[in-house]
T-cell receptor
Framework: NAGVMQNPRHLVRRRGQEARLRCSPM?????VYWYRQLPEEGLKFMVY????????ESGMPKERFSAEFPKEGPSILRIQQVVRGDSAAYFC??????????????FGPGTRLTVL | SQKIEQNSEALNIQEGKTATLTCNYT??????LQWYRQDPGRGPVFLLL?????KEKRKERLKVTFDTTLKQSLFHITASQPADSATYLC????????????FGSGTRLQVQP
């Protein structure tokens, strides 16, 4: 059973370009979470999605960032007009949620975004 | 404001000893608490989950305690090995309906052979 997959693993963009980060959850998992980790800092929650629905986007910056988890295909985190401060490791996690249980989250290897 | 604190200083211990890491939180009423391990350049790996009504949870050489009165969790690794060297993160979810995790900044453990 393949784990959470993220691609690309490394992404370099110039200021003003767009970054698209992809996440394929573990088989059987229908819940996806995106976190950001700045250098020397902890993981910060960004957004939680189910198929075709954004459940919680309280950690997402209001501008330039968007996320989707379509019916088919991977979840996408999109950053428009990137700035240097967006340079970070972006981790995706997935979980299987069965009514009321406390499911652990399984993390992917991350995408390291560098903005020049 | 809500805060999760882990000792930011690295913990250095000798192989075979017990490592104890601390996670303190304020202004939270977490339904459960999780511990993860993170190696450099990799994503966190889930280790243990403990619910608010549980005092202690064990898994092989790992033990977690959860004191909701003190607002503290302790994470123990017994008979530590150099392979246990990593950063250990505690994470809280505020309630079962809110599944996003809030992570502490982690404590780096170094086990010397």
């Amino acid at each position: 059973n393949a784990g959470v997959m993220q691609n690309p693993r490394h992404l370099v963009r110039r200021r003003g370009q767009e970054a698209r980060l992809r996440c394929s959850p573990m088989k059987g998992h229908s819940h996806v979470y995106w976190y950001r980790q700045l250098p020397e800092e902890g993981l910060k929650f960004m957004v939680y999605l189910q198929k075709e629905n954004i459940i919680d986007e309280s950690g997402m910056p209001k501008e330039r960032f968007s996320a989707e988890f379509p019916k088919e295909g991977p979840s996408i985190l999109r950053i428009q007009q990137v700035v240097r401060g967006d340079s970070a490791a972006y981790f995706c996690a997935s979980s299987v949620v069965a009514g009321g249980t406390y499911n652990e989250q399984f993390f992917g290897p991350g995408t390291r975004l560098t903005v020049l | 404001s809500q805060k999760i604190e882990q000792n930011s200083e690295a913990l250095n211990i000798q192989e075979g000893k017990t490592a104890t890491l601390t996670c303190n939180y304020t202004n939270y009423s977490p339904a459960y608490l999780q511990w993860y391990r993170q190696d450099p350049g990799r994503g966190p790996v889930f280790l243990l989950l403990i619910r608010e009504n549980e005092k202690e949870k064990r898994k092989e050489r790992l033990k977690v305690t959860f004191d909701t009165t003190l607002k503290q969790s302790l994470f123990h690794i017994t008979a530590s090995q150099p392979a246990d060297s990593a950063t250990y993160l505690c994470a809280l979810a505020r309630d079962t309906g809110r599944r996003a995790l809030t992570f502490g900044s982690g404590t780096r453990l170094q086990v010397q052979p």
